[in-house]
């Protein structure tokens, strides 16, 4: 177990709703990425937030949005849902930014229905 | 074409098999080379990290990182039943605008049969 916790575990939302995520960073790190992996695909990733900024993103639009706490805690937003959103976000701290060694949490799976 | 490639298999050998992943790359700034293992309904494990080319050994396994020919893999000796889970191969680039993203391949499902 890495130390880094995520919740839900498991979320159904409707086409258009908003969504919010958490994860809790392993003790010591303070920095967090945010990645989705779609069935059957190798994770892709959102952002990256460092000192409660963000500090890099993928390839993802506006509607996918994040915060990041002083205890270095994180949530990831996502508004008006499609469909495709539909996979396992996962959330992965590091002692600092740039820091190859990331350990992810066990994720939350999200349907879009 | 994607950065990584990776052969999604699927790849089911007998136990005590020697089991070999691979994953090849575009983008010559990578300089960080990951393996992670991840188990049904989990989150990836971080197996072992590599810098640059050469080798580097961590019991059962050996990772290697040919930049030249932009090419990477991961030896599993002794394959064990408890080692049957997706193998994902990540990337990274210290120098770039997003140099804490980690690029990963699709993953290869690897089943080990008793």
């Known amino acids: 177990e890495t130390g880094v916790t995520q919740s839900p575990t498991h979320l159904i939302k409707t086409r258009g709703q908003q969504v919010t995520l958490r994860c809790s960073s392993q003790?010591?790190?303070?920095?967090v990425s945010w990645y989705q992996q779609a069935l059957g695909q190798g994770p892709q990733f959102i952002f990256q937030y460092y000192r409660e900024e963000e500090n890099g993103r993928g390839n993802f639009p506006p509607r996918f949005s994040g915060l990041q706490f002083p205890n270095y805690s994180s949530e990831l937003n996502v508004n008006a849902l499609e469909l495709d959103d539909s996979a396992l976000y996962l959330c992965?701290?590091?002692?600092?930014?740039?820091?190859?060694?990331?350990?992810f949490g066990p994720g939350t799976r999200l349907t879009v229905t | 074409q994607k950065e990584v490639e990776q052969d999604p298999g699927p790849l089911s050998v007998p136990e005590g098999a020697i089991v070999s992943l691979n994953c090849t790359y575009s983008n010559s700034a990578f300089q960080y080379f990951m393996w992670y293992r991840q188990y049904s309904r989990k989150g990836p494990e971080l197996l072992m990290y590599t810098y640059s080319s050469g080798n580097k050994e961590d019991g059962r396994f050996t990772a290697q990182v040919d930049k030249s020919s932009k090419y990477i893999s991961l030896f599993i000796r002794d394959s064990q039943p408890s080692d049957s889970a997706t193998y994902l191969c990540a990337m990274s680039n210290p120098g770039g605008t997003s140099y804490g993203k980690l690029t990963f391949g699709q993953g290869t499902i690897l089943t080990v049969h008793p």
């Open positions: 992965a701290s590091s002692p600092w930014p740039g820091n190859y060694e990331q350990y």
């Open positions: 003790s010591g790190h303070n920095t």
